[in-house]
């Protein structure tokens, strides 16, 4: 099935490619779409289902959308929903390098290093069928950044069991392991029983 990714992100379209396989992955840009949605929500699960709403008005097709982030116990939960702006300040957005040290350097010192990564993705087949998932992938926050691999605060993320931060996993072990790849293959079981 053709399903159009709420997202501006290259890094999701890759990754959810890779996961639903057997599915033609387009974000707004293929099809011509300018798409911009104002993540106003208080939850991951919240600006998932307004990214799905807000493209699926645009598109009027099957939609998936993602809202994910990073969350450290240690710091209340920050960043969280706000993962992609953290540490950024009005006019200047960091990299995803200076936001990786940002995080760091409010975690120096600091005994307690878990985290985690939350992923809600939401698929919107029409506006009455509407389905979400939201999952978590668990890991500790090194004190520098370790791997080239995948995008964002991959290379702080160090996952014990692997041995390895999230960036030194291969795409497909990725896939296999992290919240986005869980959560996509909770809609992919439910995309198999309503087509
Ligand atoms: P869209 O809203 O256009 O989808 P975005 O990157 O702004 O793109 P989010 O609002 O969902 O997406 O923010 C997610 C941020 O959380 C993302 O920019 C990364 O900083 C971080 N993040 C999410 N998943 C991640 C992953 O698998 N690995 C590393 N960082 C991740």
Do not use: W
């Amino acid at each position: 099935m053709k399903l159009l990714l709420a997202t501006n992100n290259a890094h999701k379209k890759i990754e959810l490619s890779g996961i639903l396989v057997g599915h033609e992955i387009l974000v707004p840009g293929d099809i011509g779409i300018e798409f911009d949605c104002e993540e106003t929500g208080t939850s991951f699960l919240e600006n998932s289902l307004l990214k799905a709403g807000s493209l699926f008005a645009l598109a009027h097709a099957p939609v998936i959308a993602d809202d994910s982030g990073i969350c450290v116990p240690a710091l209340n939960g920050e960043p969280g929903i706000f993962s992609a702006r953290y540490g950024s300040v009005e006019g200047h957005s960091l990299e995803a390098g200076e936001r990786n040290d940002y995080l760091l350097g409010k975690m120096r010192g600091v005994r307690d290093r878990r985290c985690f990564f939350v992923c809600c993705m939401t698929l919107m087949l029409d506006e009455h069928r509407v389905f979400s998932a939201q999952e978590t992938l668990e890991g500790v926050l090194l004190e520098a950044p370790r791997g080239k691999g995948g995008f964002g605060y991959d290379p702080v993320v160090y996952l014990e069991r692997e041995g390895k931060t999230v960036a030194e996993l291969g795409a497909e072990e990725k896939n296999r392991l992290s919240h986005r790849g869980k959560a996509a293959a909770a809609l992919s079981r439910i995309l198999a029983g309503t087509q």
